[in-house]
DNA sequence: TGTACATCAGTGAACGCGCGTTCACTGATGTAC
DNA sequence: TGTACATCAGTGAACGCGCGTTCACTGATGTAC
């Protein structure tokens, strides 16, 4: 038997219907077509319904970035809680970059959502895009100083960004590539970025001294 | 006087407008705005005009698309010429980054284009974009190979990928975070990516060990 | 060199389409007595 | 518990808009004799 619904469940149930409804469009290709008329079909109600809900087409998209990428974000502030659990120090640091990679690889649809707007600075979308970028980075950062990175004064802090953004960076393009069947083995995948950790963690050592002069001494104690 | 005009010299002429208009267009911004109507108003043609030079809307897209990602490609490459006039070995390895860096920085426009329709599919610049991204991966391979990183069977060759796609993601990254005024130093960042490619480069000493074999014979190096 | 015709770059007006949004309305649910 | 009214979720039809594209046409340029 149909439960009689009350008004408050009904609406909020046609709500959610909207909702689901642009969820699946846009994350399955272009939000270019996310319109409110396709939206409420796809819902099975009237064009007219989407206005009972939702101000306007862009107040929906807004609503459901930040959604969307408040979900991929805390997916991805699980790998640390993760990575603490590893045994050694090696392995702590291959699952800080295997769990980032499993959660990218697990929702390739978000996935690519995030990096398709990323760059719109007209898109609805891009606002909360790029405000979680930005909180991904600050993430790292934190992860860094966890792990004694220097972090005094403006320029150790603009190096720890540019090292969060490496990763970040180096992570989500060799996601993309073992998404794209370029790469199909996510160990070999991690071994790479462990392999650029090697690099930029020399910054822990950088206290006023050039890349260069750094990297003579390294070429020297391996030669020794 | 106003010279007499060939038939031909008109049509290129009028041609040549719409081209410009486009580009400006879709240089400026959302691409998602060039619409023929808005190309043939700014090239101050009838809309109807439009359609005595290209076949479609796409049709111009494409074709701009090819002409702008070549420009670009074309001065990315001109990198490894300068890098190879460099003095010392660590010099051709600066240039290597910085000259793609100014690139970047000098055509904020077109790289950022570049950055937004890339993962497209649908747009019809998507494709001239992913076959630009190819292209300059297999460029960087290429110097990988000329610097003398192991590139024997398909494993390496698939880790000379990897390496090439983090170079790029990561010159890439910085020199948004330099346009954003993140980074206002172009000599940090080049000092950054060097350092990244110490620890790519241990890959030149992989023969068959792993990561973590490979790092703790480095670490030990170090620190004897 | 002049004339008659062919070609062709460019035009204004119109078409159909999908879209975002509005509006007067309907019928079911909630509430006051 | 029943009745009269208020509220409100959802609707169908319509509006205006910008867009991609087409079409019959114009007027200048090219060509054959």
New interface residues.
Partial sequence: MSAPLTRREAKERTRKRLIDAARELILS??E?RVAASTVAKRASVAGATFYEHFRSRDDLLKALADDLFDELREKLATSRWEALAAPSS?EKLRQEFQTPLAVLAANPDLF?LA??V?????SPLGDSSRRFSGNTRSDVVEELVDRGYPHDGP?ER??L???A??H???T???AL?YLAG??PDLN??V??L???????R??REWHGR???EL?AE?VQ????
Wanted: charged share 35%; hydrophobic share 40%; net charge negative.
């Fill in positions: 290709g272009d270019t090696e690519r990096l398709r990323r760059h719109y600075p007209s320029e603009r190096r960004e540019m090292i953004d490496v970040i960076a180096a989500e393009v060799l590539g370029r790469y070999e995948v071994d790479m462990v392999l650029v950790t090697r690099g930029t020399l910054a050039s890349a260069l990297d390294v104690a391996r030669n020794s």
